[in-house]
Structures are given as C-alpha cells and as structure tokens.
C-alpha cells in the first residue's frame, strides 16, 4: 500500500483538507499506485456518503443557434456541425413529459438545459412557468442550466421552486481561453455566486480531454473548493464533427478513474457527477466510477448525443449495492 496516499487518506478521513503542496505530491505517487488510489477514494466516498448515488436526467428546453464559441460545443452556430444552425425551442408539452417520465422512472432530479449565453425575457417567463408546474405536478427536484443570469434572475428562479442551478467553470481560468472567447471566465463565476446569493443549490464543474494539463485540472478543483461548490458534474470530451475539438485524443477510461479519484481527495465531501462522455469514454468500466468517487450520475439521454437506458444504470447501481436517492 502506498504511504503517502495512505497518509493523506487519513487526513480526510477526519475531516482534513489538502493542501496544494500535498495534492501536488499525491498526483506524482498516484501515477504508479493507481489502485490503491481507487481503494483510498472508496472508503472516503463510503464515510461522507455510504451507498446514497443521486440520480438526475436532463431535458433541452432550447437546442442549438448559439452565437457563442465554446470549443467543445455542437449547438455553437461558430461550427460546422450536424446540430441544426437555427435554435429550436422544445415544447412545453415535451419538458413536462420527460419530468413525468423521470418520476416513474424513479430519477428524482430533473434539469432543463438551454443552449445560448442567457434565455430571451420571453423564455425565461416560460421556464419559470414550467419549474414551478414540474414542482407542483411531479414532486421531483428541478435544475436548470440557463447560461448567464443576474442575481435577480435567480431570485426569480428560486422564487418559482428552482431547487438547482448548473452552470460550470468548464476548466482552469489559466486555460479557459483556450476553449471560449465569447464571455469570461469571470461571467461563469459572478453566474455561481448570484446562484449561491439566492440560496440555491449550485450544481458547478468542467469537462475532461480538451487538451488542459493536469494543473489545470487541480487549478479547477481548487476553484470549485474555494466557491464551497457541493455538487461538481464532471464531464468528459466526446468529440463533436466539425468544432475545433473533433480531433482531439480520446481519454482513456482508467485516466477518467484517475481523475475522479483526486477530485475525491481534494473536494472530499462534495458530490462528483459522472455526466456528459461518460458512457463513449469509460466503455466497459461504467460501475468503476463509484469506487473511484463518484456519488452523482446523469443518466438517460444527453442534449446531444445518446447515454444509456435508465433502466440499465439503475439496475448498475442496484448490481453495486448503491441506492438512488434525490439531490
Ligand atoms: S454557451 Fe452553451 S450552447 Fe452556447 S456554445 Fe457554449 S456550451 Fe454550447
């Protein structure tokens, strides 16, 4: 067993936190203990949050016709890319019923999820709408992912029965450039903390393989500590045809572990979110991703691109001894 992971295992384990001189260190001695990585993330995940997994399924509310540029993105209008170039507003009738199909599915959480950097006056008074008849109609948790909102905005969504808001930092700021130039690394934070001002719960992460080094991935998880995030949806590339991105090397499922299990080490009780590239890029090593950390899965359909039948990862938690449970 390797000592030093061991030894910060144990800082964890009541109630510690690492420093970056200490996470810098782990990152060097987990390149060869890689298993014993993976035991230490369980037993850290098992003693903040026993066999509980919160589940939760995402619906588009407005799909592609973005005049942003994120580098990753197939709904940007910058790209060439199959996505239909004129936004498409998806009906009401189509959001309540993938709500109604989340609660007799037993996914507790549902997010609406928007393409665009904000919603138009006029759609936002429509998903108000729609947050609070999902609350009232279905009793399930509401998130939604509406790009940049001032704080009144959120007040108004918190107002409505918002329980969550999603927006992610996406990478480091040293990086972030890199991958968008339409708004700021900034926006994303000033969006985060107008959330967290109006009480709502903030669902905040970044996605993996899109060239960023393994700084920029602490850099991140060090970020998202400071801003208190308690719900960090890690996402990983699946490359899109035609955004700058498409030809980017996979990330290879045991790199993915890797990844999750230091984000357990440094964010110890916040909860991971195995979400969007997580079914392409881990192939057989689905159920890998809970003694590796995670304690959130997007389940279902992405905005985008296939995830897997409902069914097959409820019953992978049940296979694991892991119950669902809401955010
Ligand atoms: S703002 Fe959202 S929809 Fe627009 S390009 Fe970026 S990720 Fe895609």
Redesign the pocket.
């Given at each position: 067993m390797n000592i030093l992971i061991t030894e910060y295992a144990n800082i964890i384990l009541v109630g510690g936190l690492l420093d970056r001189a200490q996470i810098d260190s782990l990152s060097v001695e987990s390149e060869d203990a890689f298993w014993d990585l993976l035991y230490w993330s369980n037993v850290i995940r098992e003693k903040f949050f026993g066999n509980k997994i919160r589940v939760c399924s995402i619906v588009p509310g407005r799909l592609g016709g973005?005049d942003?540029?994120?580098a990753f993105?197939s709904?940007?209008i910058k790209y060439d890319t199959a996505t239909e170039k004129k936004a498409q507003t998806i009906s009401d009738e189509q959001i309540l019923s993938a709500a109604a199909d989340a609660a007799n599915n037993g996914v507790p959480f549902i997010g609406i999820v928007n393409?665009?950097?904000a919603p138009s006056t006029n759609e936002f008074a429509r998903l108000e709408k729609l947050i609070a008849k999902i609350k009232s109609d279905y009793g399930i948790g509401v998130c939604a992912s509406l790009?940049i909102l001032t704080a009144e905005q959120m007040q108004k969504l918190a107002a409505a029965g918002l329980d969550r808001y999603n927006h992610n930092l996406e990478t480091s700021e040293r990086y972030y450039g890199k991958i968008?130039t339409t708004h700021k690394y900034a926006d994303r934070v000033n969006t985060v903390k107008a959330a967290k001002q109006a009480d709502l719960g903030v669902c905040c992460g970044g996605l993996f393989g899109i060239g960023e080094t393994h700084a920029d991935r602490i850099d991140m998880a060090m970020a998202l500590r400071e801003l208190e995030i308690d719900m960090v949806p890690m996402n990983f590339l699946h490359p899109i045809e035609g955004t700058p991105l498409a030809d980017s090397e996979e990330i290879p499922p045991k790199e993915i572990l890797r990844i999750i299990a230091l984000y357990r080490f440094i964010l110890p009780k916040a909860h991971l979110k195995a979400a969007g590239g997580r079914v392409l890029n881990l192939r057989d090593m689905q159920s890998w991703i809970f003694p590796a950390g995670v304690t959130s899965i997007l389940t279902g359909n992405y905005l985008t691109t296939a995830g897997r039948a409902v069914q097959e990862d409820m019953q992978m938690l049940k296979d694991m001894g892991l119950e669902a449970i809401s955010n």
């Open positions: 973005c942003q540029d994120c993105c709904q940007s393409s665009g950097r790009g968008v």
